[in-house]
Nanobody
Framework: QVQLVESGGGLVQAGGSLRLSCAASRSGFSLNVMGWHRQAPGKQRELVATMTTTGNINYADSVQGRFTISRDNAKNTVYLQMNSLKSEDTAVYYC????????WGQGTQVTVSS
């Protein structure tokens, strides 16, 4: 069983930056895909960014050019550097990982004030 623990959320002004981290409970456990989804109040959960062990990256159009995903495969840790934050980025951000099944973290709140 894999547990994912997120950190780094908080309150930031528009135009600011935050860095999210997510660590899997078991170092060395193979997780082919890791990344982030988010859910804003009253909206559906949406993909933000994912990264495979081989370095393939997908971004949502809304964050492309502002957010950067990175990954430490040896530590099964994924990061999300969020720059030029906008009020519409306000959401709960959930860490995501998948090998044969999907795993979800508890979520970390990101609030961007305008």
């Amino acid at each position: 069983q894999v547990q994912l623990v997120e950190s780094g959320g908080g309150l930031v002004q528009a135009g600011g930056s935050l860095r999210l981290s997510c660590a899997a409970s078991r170092s060395g456990f193979s997780l082919n895909v890791m990344g982030w989804h988010r859910q804003a109040p009253g909206k559906q959960r949406e993909l933000v960014a994912t990264m495979t062990t081989t370095g393939n990256i997908n971004y949502a159009d809304s964050v492309q050019g502002r957010f950067t995903i990175s990954r430490d495969n040896a530590k099964n840790t994924v990061y999300l550097q969020m720059n030029s934050l906008k009020s519409e980025d306000t959401a709960v951000y959930y860490c995501y990982a998948r090998n044969y099944i999907a795993y979800w973290g508890q979520g970390t709140q990101v609030t961007v004030s305008s």
